[in-house]
T-cell receptor, first 116, second 116 residues
């Protein structure tokens, strides 16, 4: 199974809501990533988890809170978002060996988030 | 921060023609990868070329890497309408100790349109 799944596909939320995005992979990958992508722009890295530990946080505002409950699951908890946070949120996974060059990343289809 | 710069930003060709996209980057890398993204969807890994490789082929794809010029090119031969997508290069920057920083830096992308 070489698939990364993301739920929900679409999400509309108000600025006072709390919601969560979910990502799952069963490829045994030990690195998982959250990206944010605005229209006509490249993906921007938000967080990296390696072996279920947060290894990279690209100065993301605290209204985004990642969680990695186990090696197959990655969540992104959202709270008090702003309209400018509306974007496509992509999850990816990759084989990982500490210090070794990066391998290819497998991306999910993304969650289209609209903040009203 | 973005490292790669693709050229051209947009490319429109007829089916059957070849498409060439270029990518430039700024720092030492472990490898360079190319990804394809259909409109509003997740990215799909196409090919990875290591820093000690100069050329790589995969089906209709040919990638070259010139580390002295810090540039790469992606050639798609005999293009098809289904190749219409955005193409991104992504670099794995070398960490100060020589290994991987654990993340990819995506370029701005080339939007390819193949007309039937």
């Amino acid at each position: 199974d070489t698939e990364v799944t993301q739920t929900p596909k679409h999400l509309v939320m108000g600025m006072t809501n709390k919601k969560s995005l979910k990502c799952e992979q069963h490829m045994g990958h030990r690195a998982m990533y959250w990206y944010k992508q605005k229209a006509k722009k490249p993906p921007e890295l938000m967080f990296v988890y390696s072996y279920e530990k947060l290894s990279i946080n690209e100065s993301v505002p605290s209204r985004f809170s990642p969680e990695c409950p186990n090696s197959s699951l990655l969540n992104l908890h959202l709270h008090a978002l702003q309209p400018e946070d509306s974007a496509l949120y992509l999850c990816a996974s990759s084989p990982f060996r500490a210090g070794a060059p990066s391998y290819e990343q497998y991306f999910g289809p993304g969650t289209r988030l609209t903040v009203t | 921060s973005q490292q790669g710069e693709e050229d051209p930003q947009a490319l429109s060709i007829q089916e059957g023609e070849n498409a060439t996209m270029n990518c430039s980057y700024k720092t030492s890398i472990n490898n360079l990868q190319w990804y394809r993204q259909n409109s509003g969807r997740g990215l799909v890994h196409l090919i990875l070329i290591r820093s000690n490789e100069r050329e790589k082929h995969s089906g209709r794809l040919r990638v070259t890497l010139d580390t002295s010029k810090k540039s790469s090119s992606l050639l798609i031969t005999a293009s098809r309408a289904a190749d219409t997508a955005s193409y991104f290069c992504a670099t794995d920057p070398k960490a100060p100790y020589g290994g991987s920083q654990g993340n990819l830096i995506f370029g701005k992308g080339t939007k390819l349109s193949v007309k039937p």
